[in-house]
């Protein structure tokens, strides 16, 4: 059973950084689009944050997070990343990172095939 297992998250002041790692097994990883979603909250929607190709060569990112998130990911280890700058008090999130086939329509939830369990982040003011 395929495997995504999220690390890295817990508190930060505003304006500070985390890095996200997710490491994936039981699947072949560099045939994989990865992706970054959050929930703010119970009940609430997972939003997209950002998405990298299989390759590594193209990203993508919600508006809300261009030039401060960082995307990227190394397949020998089989880990996407999220590094996350200038974090902003009401980005407190479950991040969680998910993986799919197909390379179409990444910043859509519904696209993706794995999950994990998600990581909680706490951005104090």
């Known amino acids: 059973q395929a495997q995504l297992v999220e690390s890295g998250g817990g508190l930060v002041k505003a304006g500070g950084s985390l890095r996200l790692s997710c490491t994936v097994s039981?699947?072949?990883?560099?045939?994989?689009?990865m992706g970054w979603f959050r929930r703010r909250a119970l009940g609430k929607n997972r939003d997209f944050v950002a998405?990298?190709?299989?390759?590594?060569?193209?990203?993508n990112y919600a508006d809300s997070v261009k030039d401060r998130f960082i995307i990227s990911r190394d397949n020998d280890k089989n880990t996407v990343y999220l590094q996350m700058n200038n974090m902003k008090h009401e980005e407190k999130a479950i991040y969680y990172c998910?993986?799919?086939?197909?390379?179409?329509?990444?910043?859509?939830?519904?696209?993706?095939?794995?999950w994990g369990q998600g990581t909680q982040d706490t951005v104090a003011s």
């Open positions: 998910a993986a799919k086939f197909s390379a179409r329509d990444r910043e859509r939830v519904d696209g993706y095939n794995y």
């Open positions: 998405a990298i190709s299989a390759s590594g060569y193209s990203t």
């Open positions: 039981r699947l072949t990883f560099g045939t994989l689009v």
